[in-house]
């Protein structure tokens, strides 16, 4: 034992001394006083075209002329160092995550390139000759870990070569042509040794490049592994490349030659750039003692990190060595890495077949742990692909149509085979037609030896397609606990999971990898909770929290936020998200419903800023070749449009009152969490209303479609009856009949009835005359129901929704989330995109006589609004906005920094206001409120709002601690006047109540919730024979303008009065005109009612809208509900008229 750890030890001295494997020449260099530096992670953030900054720091200058220093002609090589050395601190190190990746091909014929730093030891000197440090050479270590490579190929699968480069000196040498004798590589690294104290690492990466050359397979699959400190002094160089004064300073040279150090990194680089064209680089970096060198040393380290990452195919493929004992286990992962299996698998879409796909698997990926300290730190980003791979596999086959269920697992069946997962078996809903609470679930599993111990590894894969009447399940609450639904889909999944462990006598220690879609995400998320709860599967199986692997897309709300104490006990299970998803919104987060794990939101306008056109241009990439493209047709979710009901064309056979909203902005993503947010808050409040009022309409809804009312019709004539029954609902005329029922209920002229009519002319038209009559009247009543619960509060974002139903449902297609996937796999593609997944966004509020304009940290302008009026601001990435109550909004990331410029366009007041939006608590988290703050006319003030620090970018629920700061125009600081966190800002909302004092009279509109200090806007409209005569609060008249804003601070209730024409107004209580409320709007101080409204007519006294009009804005909220429901119910329908 005591021999085993002196040997331990001195291998560790060795990886030690390793570092600096450098040779015996004179670098002298003077520096400047101040140096700083950013790290790798923030300028990733910053810009994603970049790997990395290539300057240490935008205020590194050059390096003046040093003094003259006398060549050390000792047999080790030595570098001087200048007398004003800087103060670095190590913080400024870039920390570069080691991770693995590698593009991959369907080929099976590998030919890899190992090239070895195996030069001698070097020293440093100072400026005054004297050594500050030195490094031994690792070249047993080097030897080690070269043939836990060799081992880690020679067990893959396929036909896999390796070839040997070293480099020491001025040149590099083949140790060993391709080949597959594995005895022989062993023997040649074991023929290995150090000498000479420089090297070239671009002879190294020369000879690999004529190895990669002389492979005649074009298919065949190329990596080049380099092993290097980061040092080249050897050979080639060039001041014209890459690197220049600015990168390092050109004092650090070799005095021999007086070569700058980035002269000879230039050939280097060049050649890795040759070589990157041909094949994947990877770089990895001896780094792991570099805490250790001395302060003198500190900046041209920096260097050697910099310049070794990015010899390096992608940041991804670089590995920074900090532990000796990480050098063999990550030659080991890189060998595993690209031997990845890939198959071919095949999962449903549309209705009529199945379509082909690649799936990109490793055991590997199981011999990490699943989790890390932080949230997402264990997030596998192939696992994460091959994973929804998996998942689409389970959908339900389209063979065999809606008539025979006994196949439809053959697709996951066959997928999980060729991964040679064995014993696979499903539960009985997975081979019968499905209901309304059922669930489909399979299971194989094969053994992994892992560091000598072997352990079971379970593929577990949910059905998230073809489920039918399970669409009924997803929107089963429940009254209390877990969402109903899922938590019954739960129960049976772990049910079958103990009967297969049983059956199959597995035993002793097993690994978990669980997935899921949609509803089948839902489902495995609760799964994946239980378990860490500590759910038993058996008495004699062992299951680890790090051995379950819980990959969850597009998921639903199905666990409560009471019953999750602490978020990081689940940081085992990631639930990947489209925030464009209505899918994910359910169950609604107001009302207490979250998902176990972390969420991993995929990029969107508001969230990724800057980087999402380039992120969205590579997703598309893999979105247009798809092989199901004609099922989904183009990426179709940014072609979200707001929309807006213009009250002076509420006449009847007039212009349409739905106008395009062109000055509102808002993205998809961001109008449902706004909408979503109010209709739960304003109407459904709790679990009991729901239950009562929504749950069994909507269950019904989808039990007729899939069960009773068409015993015997195809699938694809169901659809179509259904598709033309959601267009005929959402038409302008059965919106009127439907209102004028409304009016007048009578047995033969009800909404129902209305219904049933329009249902009939449906099934005419797709061709059924077999269906259930009883079935239809029960569906009729549904949807009836659900129109006359959903009264309108919010026109705009329902008119919104129904004009944008396409694109709601477009944003839960499947391939669109693999699409996103892919992009970011190295599997898939050599150029991954990157971001941090967390979602979040700021929404600033700007109530003034204002003019803004947003710059981001490099100050360049990314958005403006000038008179009210978003400006197209060319490669502006910021979304600048008018929301329908007139407030200036600004959406900006949590991951970026940026300074807004206020200039006050006239006197008045001005209200500003931060709100922190955490899209996986799916509401406001912080709210920052600046009020009344005097203008004149010309002012500036200045704003910052910084980004979030990295620990709480995924905070979401006590909000951040970001110190936002608003400056006078005198540069003085402005404090807040309120700045509430956590669940004091997610209740501060009040409710703003719209009546009026007659239906006979007019109609108002704008009542709903605002969060505190937003703004709210609420206009009132006469009808024929009337005139309005103001807004009245607690019988107080506060304004005679037909549009009224003020700012929200607690609930209100304005009752708009109207007389009829030609009578003379008798006001009760009327405004005084010295009072500040009296009729102005609180947020300019000017009169809000300027007689002239948004589209430049007069103002409006009276119009003639007919009752219909008037109570048709009551159905329209039902119809958004009715619309977003089937649109989720029915993707397939949705996908046929997407394909033009």
Known sequence: MRKRKLKKFIALILAFVMLFSLGG???????????????????????EAKLLERKVSDDTKAFSPGDDYSLDNNAVEMFDLPNNTPKINMEGIPKIKSKSKVRKENDEQRYNVLVLDTSASSSFLDSSGNIFYTADTAIDYVKASAKKFIEGVQKADGTNYVAI????????????????????LNAAIDGLYASQNTRNVAAGLQKADTLINEISNPKAIKNVVLFTTGMTNDGEYSYDGHYNEDTIGSEWRRSDTQVRLYAYSNAAYAMAETLKSKATVYSVGLFQMMENMPEEGLEIVQFFKLFSSELATSLEHFYDVKDPN??????????????????NFYFASGEEKDYEAVCHYSDNYFRKTSCGTRQLDGYNHSLSTASLCLALSAFGSNDGGNSDYTNKYKNVEKLLTDLEFEEFDKNDWFGKKPQSDSIGVVAANKKLSIDDKECTLMAVAVRGGGYE????????????????????????????????????????????????????AATANLVAGALDDGEKLGDGVVLKKEDLYAYCFETPMGA?????????????????????????????????????????FLPDKISDGNNYAAKKNAMEQFYDKMSSKNEIGKYAVDDFVMKKIDVKYLLPGGKSPVQNDENNKSIQAEYLDTTINKLTKERVKTRDNYVKELQNGIRTIFTVKYGTMFPDQPIQRINKFFDLFLEKLCSVDTLGEIVIAALNPHPDASVKKVIEDVMEEALNEAGINNYSPSALKEFAGAVAEMLVIFVVSHPNLTVTGVSNAKTLGAAHYPELCMAWLMSQDENYTSSPTEFDGNGNYRVIHINCPIDVEVYDSE?????????????????????ASLNEDDEKIVYLPTNASYQIKLTATDNGTMNYSINEFSSTAGDITRVVNYKDINLNKNDVFNAVVPAYVDDEQNNEIEGSTTEYELKSPDGKEINPDQNLSGEDAKSAYYMVTVEVDSDEH????????????????????????????GWY??????????????????????????????????????????NPDSGKDNNTGNNSGSGINENGGEKIESVSTGDESAVGFCSLMAVIMVSIVMCMAFTKIRRKKQRN
């Open 469 to 520: 009447s399970e669409w009924a399940g997803n929107f089963t609450l429940g009254k209390s606990g877990q969402h109903y639904g899922f938590a019954q889909a739960k129960k049976q999944v772990l049910d079958f999971l103990k009967s297969y462990i049983r059956e199959n006598k597995i035993s002793g220690d097993i690994k978990i990898w669980l997935t899921g879609y949609s509803r089948a």
């Open 859 to 879: 100050n360049i302008l990314q958005a403006r609004i000038v008179d009210d009026i978003p400006q197209e601001i060319k490669n502006g990435t910021v979304v």
């Open 165 to 184: 480069v070293e480099y020491k000196g001025s040149t590099a040498n083949v140790v060993s042509e391709f080949s597959t004798d594995f005895v022989s």
């Open 326 to 343: 990480d050098l063999e286990f990550i030659f080991g992962e890189i060998a595993d890495k690209v031997t990845t299996k890939d198959v």
């Open 560 to 600: 409560t936020k009471s019953e999750i104490k602490n978020r990081l006990k689940y940081n085992n299970i990631y639930n990947i998200i489209n925030k464009n998803d209505p899918v994910t919104k359910v169950a609604m987060s107001a009302l207490d419903f979250t998902r176990f794990g972390g969420d991993y």
């Open 1002 to 1029: 007019g109609i108002a509109i704008g009542q709903g919730i605002r969060q505190e200090g937003n703004f709210a806007k609420v206009e009132a409209v006469a009808k024929e024979g009337y005139q309005f005569v």
């Open 1033 to 1074: 609060e607690n019988d107080k008249l506060i304004s005679q303008e037909t549009q009224y804003r003020f700012c929200v601070e607690k609930d209100t209730l304005l009752v708009a009065k109207f007389e009829k024409d030609g009578e003379s107004a008798n006001l009760e209580n009327p405004a005084n005109p010295e």
């Open 25 to 47: 020449n004179v670098v002298s260099a003077n520096v400047s006083d101040e140096i700083t530096e950013k790290s790798l992670d923030q300028v990733q953030r910053e810009n």
